[in-house]
Nanobody, 120 residues
Framework: QVQLVESGGGLVQAGGSLRLSCAAS????????MGWYRQAPGKQRELVAN???????NYADSVKGRFTISRDNAKNTVYLQMNSLKSEDTAVYYC??????????????WGQGTQVTVSS
C-alpha cells in the first residue's frame, strides 16, 4: 500500500501565502504523477495542479500565476506554493499520486485532505 500524508494547511488572510506538502510512503516502486485537488463546500472536487514528470505540469485557470507545484522525486514529495490567496481558494485540499507499487500493482492514491481557509 501507499500512503500520502499532507501538511501545511491553515487559516490565512486574503493576499497571503501558504505552502502545502505531501509525502508518499509505503510500498512504492515508482510514482508517476503527483498533484493537488480541492473541494469547496457544496462543490465537486476539482484539479488544482499536477506534475506528470518530465516537466509537464497542469494548472486550473483560476490558480495560474498564483500557485506553483513542485516535486522532490527523491523524497516522493509534492509541494504546492500558494500565493495571493483569495477567499474563493477556501477548500479542503487533497494530494493525489499515481504510481506503481513494488508488487507491480498500479494505483491511484489520495491523502486525507488538509483545510485551507482564506479570510477576506
Amino acid at each position: 500500500q501507499v500512503q500520502l500524508v499532507e501538511s501545511g494547511g491553515g487559516l490565512v488572510q486574503a493576499g497571503g501565502s501558504l505552502r502545502l506538502s505531501c509525502a508518499a510512503s509505503g510500498s512504492i516502486f515508482r510514482i508517476n504523477a503527483m498533484g493537488w485537488y480541492r473541494q469547496a463546500p457544496g462543490k465537486q472536487r476539482e484539479l488544482v495542479a499536477n506534475d506528470k514528470g518530465g516537466g509537464i505540469t497542469n494548472y486550473a485557470d483560476s490558480v495560474k500565476g498564483r500557485f506553483t507545484i513542485s516535486r522532490d522525486n527523491a523524497k516522493n514529495t509534492v509541494y504546492l506554493q500558494m500565493n495571493s490567496l483569495k477567499s474563493e481558494d477556501t477548500a479542503v485540499y487533497y494530494c493525489n499520486a499515481q504510481g506503481i507499487q513494488r508488487d507491480w500493482r498500479v494505483g491511484d492514491y489520495w491523502g486525507q485532505g488538509t483545510q485551507v481557509t482564506v479570510s477576506s
